[in-house]
């Protein structure tokens, strides 16, 4: 790898990691009396800089993604960096947890990154990807069948400077509804 990309691959593992953290949870805890839920706890070293800035983007409304994925979601809670790493020079991102006690939903928004960074999310996939076209300039899926019903699927895009990736673990949502999601957030 070359340039400043490998410093923020913490951040793309943990988003991933918390992911499927939370597909075992069975209860969410509660943050605040609006029904956010809090992410997964994730250990890691205590950060010296965010790595991302969330005064640069805010999450989507959970009733945004809930009603784009036909499930109900609460308001997301911003997953919290907590590597040593930041993002490349000029780039700003968000990652954004939407749990309930049965779905698990992280979307995370880079800007001002190379579209060539997708390959950092698809590495992490746990399956094999396969490439989409009609979202954005260059996407890369998975689809994972849980049983019951219930999927693990994830979809990472970029336009021009612009890389979006969603997780959605253990919801009934379906590709093409992340697909929809990811191009509206693009």
Known sequence: MTGSTPRWIPLIALTFAAGLAACGSSSPTSSSSTGATAAPTVAAPTPT?????????????GSTVGSALGITLPDAVVIPNTGTTQLP????????????????VIITVLKNVSASDISQFSQHFPVAFKSVSGVGDVARSFFESLGAGRNNEGLVAAKGSTVVAIVATYTPATLSQLEALVNSLL
């Open 49 to 61: 800089a965010p790595a991302v800035a969330p005064a640069a983007a805010q999450c989507p409304s």
């Open 89 to 104: 020079s000029g780039a700003t991102g968000i990652s954004c947890n939407y749990h309930t006690t049965t779905d698990n």
